[in-house]
């Protein structure tokens, strides 16, 4: 057993949860309790069933409780990108990434199964830690008893009835497990600052600090909401172009400061390892920024570098990839075809793809030789080649196509018009962009406010310090805490950074593009953008910045060199 020797235990916890089976109760004919109050949604390549008054009571909990929830599911990342959207979560919760494709297959064995081991090593790591775990395949009876015996007092089981799920009296169990939020902390915002006006009021002696402090943060959270949102996107080319078009459709005030990286393509002929530096580096220049969300526009990278670009900035800034829309074609249960460049088409990563989602369907990989290549160039007859040969390729009974590489988007009308002619009939478009910039979006708004919330709580507690002490202790305090509001809600920029140096050019109104680099170095966006019509969108949104000309017309000219995915 391994417990705190002296007993003091945290007051938070962690809340591991499982999805099947738990909040998607499998269909079972004939169980009464199985389709009372449920729903069905579709995520993933499933349909899920679902009550969505247990979805809200979880959040309940969590927002009451001093808890935070972490999906533990062999869902994964689509957790964030596709469940929570699907069952109609407020917030988006940390993930624990599924290693290997081992999915439950070693429920029964703790020392063999990614979950266990990942829930064991978290609690030995500090013997102080609480946590609740969620799950139906904790009806293992090796693995349940391994986990009683070990850590008695500081893990709570939940193990639902996989027919049934997560139910009324589960949560019963999960809250009496978990501490009380602070009173301060469990009001909603409205409530916080109603409480902030009376504690003003009955303590006159510090009406002008708690005022001060009030208004700094009212004005911080205000203008938090009221900002566009600023989001940073990285590539190796052009194959984010049409990823921040997208984003500046949705969000037409957006800010975007884009990362290319001449000096390392193609992505698709490097190591893992030195994928996963790369894209770190040009995140890193992105995060200079501040940015509310960073995406990562490129396929190749997304499933190299993901995971470790999240381990390195989540919480402070969501990260988001990158998949082709294999789901979307096997949807339509029709032949489709896959366009990618050379190296994706032959990768074992597309062959996974396409099984998962497409099991059973004809599909057909056409690799679409030097497309990209023609499209980083701007070439009108290159581009025409490699359509035309791709085209070529592409069986005549597909209904769809789906762009595989991040580049293809940005001559989608010719590709149309190309296998139009070719296998004689309209082709449907598949690509990512306006999804990705859909979930990008809703990442930004659900980490704004928990921003807000955080923020505001940090207010109400100094209040209620302010009114325990006496008058210059309070005033002190609150001081402190005003100037500590202050560097929150507005941070002034250095060099490349912040939130408050990029300048719109004269004329320019909308959205910005605020910076780009090229493999590190600051510079304007390449010209070859004016070929393609999402590129001349977004060079009219460029802020024009004499800090980028150095060195610009080499980066400039090194942005059309190849890339493949």
Not at 7 to 23: C, K, Y
Not at 229 to 240: I, T
Not at 422 to 451: F, N
Not at 464 to 491: P, V
Request: with cysteine; net charge neutral; glycine share 6%.
């Amino acid at each position: 057993m391994d417990e705190a020797e002296d007993g003091a235990l945290d007051r938070h916890a962690t809340v591991f949860l499982d999805v099947d089976g738990v909040l998607n109760s499998y269909p079972v004919r004939g169980l009464r309790y199985y389709r009372e109050g449920r729903r069905t949604a579709h995520a993933w390549r499933f349909a899920l069933h679902y009550r969505p008054a247990i979805v809200r009571a979880l959040e309940r909990v969590m927002r009451t409780r001093e808890a935070t929830l972490v999906w533990l599911s062999t869902w994964s990342h689509r957790c964030t990108e596709e469940l929570e959207p699907a069952l109609g979560f407020r917030d988006t919760h940390p993930v624990v990434p599924m290693p290997d494709d081992s999915y439950n297959r070693y429920a029964g064995d703790p020392h063999a199964w990614w979950k266990a081991r990942h829930v064991a090593a978290w609690l030995d790591e500090d013997p102080r830690r609480r946590a609740v775990w969620v799950d139906d395949d904790l009806a293992s009876p090796r693995t349940h008893a391994y986990f009683a015996q070990r850590y008695p007092d500081r893990l709570l089981m939940i193990v639902p009835e996989f027919a049934r799920g997560l139910t009324e009296s589960h949560l019963r169990t999960l809250r009496r497990f978990l501490s009380p939020r602070r009173r301060s902390r469990s009001r909603t915002l409205e409530g916080r600052r109603r409480l902030l006006t009376r504690m003003k009021t009955e303590k006159s002696t510090t009406v002008k600090t708690s005022a001060q402090e009030s208004s700094v943060q009212e004005s911080a959270a205000r203008a938090d909401a009221a900002r566009p949102p600023r989001v940073g996107l990285l590539d190796s080319g052009l194959g984010l172009v049409g990823f921040a078009d997208a984003i500046l459709t949705q969000a037409p005030d957006a800010e975007l400061i884009l990362a290319m990286d001449p000096d390392n393509m193609p992505y698709g002929s490097l190591t893992p390892e030195r994928l996963r530096e790369v894209a770190e580096n040009s995140a890193h220049r992105l995060a200079a920024w501040e940015p509310d969300a960073i995406v990562v526009a490129c396929n190749t990278a997304s499933v190299h570098a993901l995971e470790h670009l999240r381990s390195v900035f989540e919480p402070r800034i969501p990260v988001i990839g990158t998949v082709p829309a294999v789901k979307t074609a096997a949807a339509r249960r029709a032949p489709f075809a896959v366009w990618a460049t050379t190296a994706t088409t032959g990768s074992e990563y597309q062959r996974r793809l396409i099984d998962a989602f497409a099991g059973g369907l004809p599909v057909t990989r056409v690799a679409a030789a030097g497309l990209a290549e023609a499209i980083e160039s701007g070439e009108e007859e290159r581009i025409r080649e490699a359509v035309a040969e791709a085209a070529a390729q592409t069986p005549e009974d597909v209904t769809s196509v789906v762009l595989g590489c991040t580049h293809y988007g940005l001559v989608g009308e010719r590709i149309a018009q190309a296998l139009c002619e070719s296998v004689g009939h309209e082709v449907e478009l598949l690509d990512s962009p306006q999804a990705v910039a859909a979930q990008t979006l809703r990442r930004v708004a659900a980490h704004r406010r928990q921003r807000a919330e955080e923020r505001d709580a940090a207010t109400v507690d100094a209040a209620h310090a302010d009114a325990a002490t006496n008058t210059a202790e309070a005033a002190a305090g609150m001081a402190r805490a005003t100037t500590a509001a202050a560097a929150a809600g507005s941070t002034s920029e250095t060099g490349s950074g912040g939130r408050s140096g990029a300048t719109r050019s004269s004329g320019t109104a909308g959205g910005r593009v605020l910076a780009t680099y090229l493999s590190g170095r600051r510079a304007p966006l390449p010209r070859v953008l004016g070929m393609y019509a999402a590129g001349r969108r977004l060079l009219a949104h460029e802020v024009q910045d004499a800090s980028a000309g150095a060195g610009a017309s080499t980066g400039a000219d090194a942005s059309a060199h190849a890339t493949d995915e």
